[in-house]
């Protein structure tokens, strides 16, 4: 059997030199930090080889990638990529043209104000998806994927029988990813997507298509637009949901009435039998809208379980950030 190649860590371990070319590959096509990329793995490497071929091997599964030419990180992150790579390079190995090369092509190109982002699944296949470059843009949270979103996309990929052959809803989609993710890798038999913002609806429905799920498709897909503070019996009877998910809902206290009153509408239903489960995901940025949120639950009687978190790290985001995963009952 093939013994996979292996390179030295900076602490002296020998790890498999694809577990680093993977989170490489990972961090780079969700345009994660860079300083969260695996550096000291390619200085230790440099130091020890003086060799370049582990650059190029990066270079490969990341800016020369296929997925790249198809669904580029945007023009700023690679350019600011490729120069740490320079950096690495100038200090450890003869200078590799191809470096150069990937450079050339995007030091001369304008920055956009939307790019690409590519989220790798356990089994390789990528949710990629269109979203803005600043946090806020167009008025609206809702053109970027937020943590919250990956945590429940994780823990939906350890919980895949919460979802198997059921008609899932998502308040407040944004950019798509959970859902998505959950179409891909969970069986649902339906899933809604929905948001209240015209320009977040334009970009998820992009990106619902963008990634083969239609309302022809197995899950049947849709996206609807739902205001939790708008929503009819008769739309929320004519989804008929068996789960209602919502990831990074919980940010702003004056929208979290509404939520709150359309979580207790959702909780009671129109039959018992039927009643869904519903999950919530937030991030605790401020402990006091927090604590509102559940107060007001309270208020409607409805009591909730704090969910234990994602086992299996798929997505790379910050674990430094509190999210909490909750059930709710009614
Ligand atoms: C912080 S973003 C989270 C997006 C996505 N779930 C994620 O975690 O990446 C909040 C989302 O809630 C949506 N939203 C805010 N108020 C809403 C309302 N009253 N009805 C429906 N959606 C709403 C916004 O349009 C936005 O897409």
């Not at 890798?185 to 992009?206: E, G, K, W, Y």
């Not at 309302?215 to 949901?241: C, F, H, K, M």
Request: glycine share 6%; charged share 25%; net charge negative.
């Amino acid at each position: 059997m093939e013994r996979s190649e292996r390179i030295q860590s900076p602490d002296g371990r020998r790890v498999k030199k694809t577990d680093i070319l993977r989170d490489f590959q990972v961090s780079f096509f969700a345009m994660s930090r860079l300083a969260s990329f695996p550096w000291t793995f390619l200085e230790k490497d440099l130091d020890n080889n003086k060799s370049s071929d582990l650059i190029s091997d990066i270079l490969n599964q990341t800016c020369l990638h296929s997925l790249c030419r198809k669904f580029p990180p945007s023009v700023r992150f690679r350019r600011l990529f490729l120069s740490e790579l320079i950096r690495r390079e100038a200090a450890g190995c003869d200078p590799l043209d191809e470096l150069y090369d990937a450079l050339a092509e995007v030091v001369g190109a304008a920055d956009t104000a939307e790019c690409y982002k590519s989220y790798l699944l356990p089994g390789g296949e990528a949710v990629s998806l269109s979203e803005s470059v600043a946090l806020i843009s167009e008025g609206t949270t809702g053109l970027v994927t937020w943590e919250a979103a990956l945590y429940l996309a994780e823990w939906a990929l350890d919980h895949r029988q919460t979802f198997a052959g059921r008609t899932v809803l998502e308040l407040g989609s944004g950019v798509g990813l959970t859902g998505i993710t959950i179409c891909r890798s969970c069986s649902p038999n339906r899933f809604v997507f929905s948001d209240c913002h015209s320009s977040v609806l334009r970009r998820l429905r992009a990106n619902v298509q963008l990634n083969g799920l239609t309302e022809e498709t197995s899950p049947t897909v849709s996206v609807e637009e739902l205001d939790w503070t708008a929503a009819t019996e008769e739309q929320l009877q004519r989804i008929g949901a068996d789960v209602v998910i919502a990831a990074d809902v919980v940010y702003d206290p004056d929208v979290v009435g509404g939520l709150v009153k359309l979580l207790s509408r959702i909780l009671r239903g129109s039959s018992p039998e039927v009643l869904p489960e519903v999950l919530v995901c937030s991030t605790i940025r401020n402990q006091e809208t927090y604590d509102g949120f559940k107060q007001q639950l309270e208020k409607e009687g409805i009591s909730h379980e704090v969910m234990d978190g994602p086992v299996r790290r798929v997505f790379p985001y910050s674990r430094l950030s509190s999210v909490q995963l909750i059930r709710l009952h009614s």
